[in-house]
Structures are given as structure tokens and as C-alpha cells.
């Protein structure tokens, strides 16, 4: 049935292509959620500053004709996530379709990694028709071959556009002070972002099973404040409302995931890839791994040796995770070498090198 509904999509699509071809047109692939829209943004950024040219949002799951006509009379076309209607999808020669990725350099194992045959026909259908794919690092590229199922000469290293976001002038006091007030915070407390990823095993999901806030604000609460944020995917995993009685803000509605990074001064997670882009900050990450060994044996695995390569301390139980954040417990050389191994070259200017590559 699934791919029926992909079918579906190309030929709609094919009949639009009667109209003509713009070449200042530019179309983003989305949700409606726009979960995973940061790269685009950059990316749109980028192309108002060389040009003028006109955008239009294509959304997975609200179609039109007029979407479709859009999207089938653009010279440009990005996604930021995996869609499988682009395997039946046939776009003219002239047009651009570039596959960003929402996630930098190779942590987690993904996409053709770990999918089902069925899943990996499909999924190499819609990598032959796109054009690029771009990623963080030449370091990488043997993993994006396999999760895309690609083929090399697509792959183009020219950053993470999303990275460029580090590089513009913030005002850190006031992005913290608008933080603080709006969640009703003492401005003059440390952050800790914690951002959990989702578990296939629903049981794993609900983190106040594993992590005891009574204890943790009793022992850190007169200097940090525990800030979480949860995977966008994790309602799809856990039917009932993660909550706990104790004090903690909740910031997983909150607008921009990187603007909590900026102005966090410690990151608790577990098997994101958050943890890449936090580590460009050279600040502390600690993995809070409560199913480490489960993980591990049961969901996706990783493209490296998890407990010798993420750059910060592993911990698996409540009282760990509180030692580690008393005793500042942090080796900040370890991330730096970590850091090394995602990306070519972090410089703010990964959004204007993708464009130009383009336009060239």
C-alpha cells in the first residue's frame, strides 16, 4: 500500500510538468510541523542574499495542484528529510534536487543502514533521482553511501548550513534573559538542556522512570535549572504524557533548538545526534544512558564504537549523572577530537558554500 501512495504522488507530479521550468524558482520539501527545517532555512537565507528568486514550501502531507505545480516547475529543489515519493518521481534534467539531511556528520545508524529490503529498493529509487547530497565531512561519506544507498559521485562536503546560525551576532545575555523570563527562571542559574532521543522499546521513553529530579534539584537546583527537550518523533513511541511532579521546564515546544543550545551551559542526552552540533561548542555533553546495554543489543546501533568515541562521560543511573555535574567532571579534549571526525571545516559559511555551488 505504502508504495501505491508513493506511486500515486509521481504521477500527479508528471502531469504538472507540461508547464515550464523557472529558473528562479526554488521549492522545500517539509512537514507541516516543520521539525527539521533549520538547513532550508539557511539555504533560503543565502539564495535572497545572492538573488531574486521565488520560494515555495511543498508539505508532505497538506497537497494541492498548485503544490504540485510548484514543485514541477522549480529549478531548485531541497529536502531535509527522507521522501520516499521521490523515488517515483521524475524531474526534468534542468532541475536541482539536493538532499541536505537534518542531522550532521554519522552517529546513529539510519535509513539504509537499518531498514527492510523493501525500504532499501525504495530508498535507493529516491537517491538515483537526486542530484546532491550534501553532508559535513569527506569523513563520512562512506556511511552517507550506505544509509542513502547513493552513489559517491552525489555526495558534495560543504558543511552543515544550520552551523552557520554560531556564527552571527547574538546577544547572549539577552537571548538568556528572554529565556529566563518567559519560563519564569532566576537568570542568574546555569541551563543544563536535556534532550533525550526516542526508543524503539516505548518502556525507555518516559526518562522521569530513570532519572530521580527530587534528588537532582536537591543537590543542583541552587545552580542549574534542568531544561527538556524531547525528540519531535516521541509521540510516536510513547502513548502517555511524559511528567514528573518534580521542578523542571519544559522547552520542547520551544521555537529554536539552537538557541537553547547557545545559551545552555551543559547538554544531557543519550543517543542524539544533537550531541554533534552542541560539541561545536566545545561545552560539556553527558550521556545519560540508563539502557545502554539494551540499546546497544536491540535498536539501530551506531556507525562507531559508542563507548569509546562520544565525547563525554557515560553515565547509566541518577546518581552518576548528579556526581558528574557536581564535580565539573569533564575532559573538553575529548570533544575537540570528536569535532575532528564530523566536520571538514566549521567557518559560518556552509550555506553560501552549498549556493554557490549551485549557481556555478
Known amino acids: 500500500m505504502a508504495f501505491l501512495k508513493h506511486k500515486i504522488y509521481g504521477k500527479l507530479f508528471s502531469i504538472f510538468k507540461v508547464f ?5 524558482k526554488i521549492s522545500f520539501i517539509i512537514d507541516s510541523n516543520q521539525s527539521f527545517k533549520g538547513n532550508l532555512d539557511y539555504i533560503k537565507k543565502e539564495f535572497e542574499r545572492q538573488g531574486n528568486f521565488e520560494f515555495n514550501f511543498f508539505y508532505k502531507d497538506k497537497i494541492s495542484f498548485n503544490s504540485f505545480k510548484n514543485l514541477a516547475t522549480s529549478k531548485y529543489v531541497f529536502l531535509n528529510d527522507n521522501f520516499f515519493p521521490l523515488a517515483f518521481m521524475k524531474f526534468r534534467d534542468e532541475t536541482e534536487v539536493v538532499q541536505l539531511w537534518h542531522a550532521p556528520g554519522a552517529s546513529k545508524k539510519f535509513g539504509g543502514s ?102 537532582f534539584n536537591e543537590v543542583l537546583g541552587d545552580e542549574y535549572v534542568l531544561a527538556l527537550r524531547l525528540h519531535p518523533k516521541i509521540k510516536n513511541f ?50 545519560f544512558t540508563y539502557d545502554l546495554e539494551y540499546y546497544l543489543a536491540n535498536e539501530r546501533g551506531f556507525y562507531y564504537d559508542f563507548k569509546q568515541t562520544v565525547p563525554g562521560p557515560i553515565v547509566h543511573t541518577s546518581d552518576e ?34 549556493v554557490d555551488f549551485l549557481l556555478k
Do not use: W
Open 321 to 354: 549523572l548528579i556526581d558528574i555535574i557536581k564535580n565539573s567532571e569533564f575532559d573538553k579534549s575529548k570533544i575537540s577530537d570528536f569535532v575532528m571526525t564530523q566536520f571538514d571545516v566549521i567557518d559560518g559559511k556552509a550555506s553560501k558554500r552549498v
Open 114 to 215: 537499518v531498514c527492510s529490503p523493501e525500504e532499501l529498493e525504495i530508498l535507493s529509487m529516491a537517491s538515483e533521482n537526486t542530484d546532491y547530497l550534501i553532508t559535513s565531512s569527506k569523513k563520512v561519506e562512506k556511511e552517507y553511501i550506505e544509509a542513502f544507498q547513493i552513489d559517491k559521485s552525489k555526495i558534495e562536503a560543504l558543511g552543515l548550513p544550520r552551523l552557520d546560525y554560531y556564527f552571527e551576532n547574538h546577544d547572549l545575555d539577552k537571548l538568556k534573559s528572554e529565556f529566563c523570563r518567559e519560563y519564569d527562571i532566576d537568570s542568574s542559574k546555569k541551563i543544563i538542556l536535556y534532550a533525550p532521543t526516542f526508543r524503539d522499546e516505548e518502556k525507555y521513553n518516559n526518562i522521569f522512570d530513570f532519572l530521580d529530579l527530587e534528588r
Open 238 to 287: 510513547y502513548k502517555d504524557d511524559i511528567s514528573s511532579r518534580g521542578k523542571y521546564v519544559d522547552v520542547s515546544e520551544f521555537e529554536s533548538e539552537q538557541e537553547l543550545m547557545l545559551i545552555s551551559d551543559i547538554l544531557i542526552t543519550d543517543y542524539s545526534s544533537i550531541m554533534i552540533e552542541y560539541a561545536v561548542l566545545n561545552r560539556p555533553i553527558i550521556f
Open 20 to 24: 515550464p521550468l523557472k529558473e528562479n
